[in-house]
């Protein structure tokens, strides 16, 4: 089974950091993933966590503690063009498929 | 590469009506998935397909709906008849085996709108 935690909206202004929390409850745990939907728009991939720690890309970095079960992701210096929703979504292992949940809906303010 | 191209982008068509929604993948990619995106029940799984076969389809709402991939470069989804609950951005993705890691390509989506 799986279960999923984000908040459900996140409110921040440009040039600020904001950190979306996720907490999962997954069987066969293997790794998380982020992705990114602007309105309108497809989900992109942002990034994959397999192991602990954090992995940076540019102004987003991810974080993984597989031992708590939670992740974030960590966006830096702010831009309007982050507005968007962005999903966690834990993977299990032996399944290509992804699962999402409702998504975190991000809204930058000048 | 042209990424995963779906057409057509829009679609309205009458309840009752046949609706045909089609998908080419990267190609390379030997995983295809179908998923529905509404305001309701966020984005759904339907069905997903490795190398051309269905493996998951626990996903799709009832007989109404079938997805075909008759060879690597091309995938379908059918709705027969629709129904106004049908209405839905329709979204086609595709990755390699090791797409976990990478991540899936999705496609521009199809919205549907079933009157």
């Known amino acids: 089974g799986q279960s999923l935690e984000q908040p459900s909206e996140v409110t921040a202004v440009e040039g600020a950091i904001v950190q979306i929390n996720c907490t999962y409850q997954t069987s066969g745990f293997y790794g998380l993933s982020w992705y990114q939907q602007h309105d309108g728009g497809a989900p992109t991939f942002l990034s994959y966590?397999?192991?602990?720690g954090l992995e940076e890309t540019g102004r987003f970095s991810s974080f993984l503690s597989r031992s708590d079960s939670y992740g974030y992701l960590l966006l830096q210096e702010l831009q309007m063009k982050d507005s968007a929703s962005y999903f966690c979504?834990?993977?299990?292992?032996?399944?290509?498929?992804?699962?999402f949940g409702a998504g975190t809906r991000l809204a930058v303010h000048p | 590469d042209a990424g995963v191209i779906q057409s057509p982008r829009h679609e309205v068509t009458e309840m009752g009506q046949e609706v045909t929604l089609r998908c080419k993948p990267i190609?390379?990619?030997?995983?295809l998935f179908w998923y529905r995106q509404t305001m309701m029940r966020g984005l759904e799984l339907l069905i997903y397909f490795n190398n051309n076969v269905p493996i998951d389809d626990s996903g799709m709402p009832e007989d109404r709906f079938s997805a075909k991939m008759p060879n690597a470069s091309f995938s379908t989804l059918k709705i027969q008849p629709s129904e106004p609950r049908d209405s839905a951005v329709y979204f086609c993705?595709?990755?390699?085996?090791?797409?976990?890691?990478?991540?899936?390509?999705f496609g521009s989506g199809t919205r549907l709108t079933v009157v």
């Open positions: 993705a595709s990755s390699p085996s090791a797409g976990r890691i990478y991540g899936y390509t």
């Open positions: 966590n397999a192991l602990d």
């Open positions: 979504v834990p993977l299990s292992g032996g399944y290509n498929k992804l699962i």
């Open positions: 190609s390379g990619h030997d995983y």
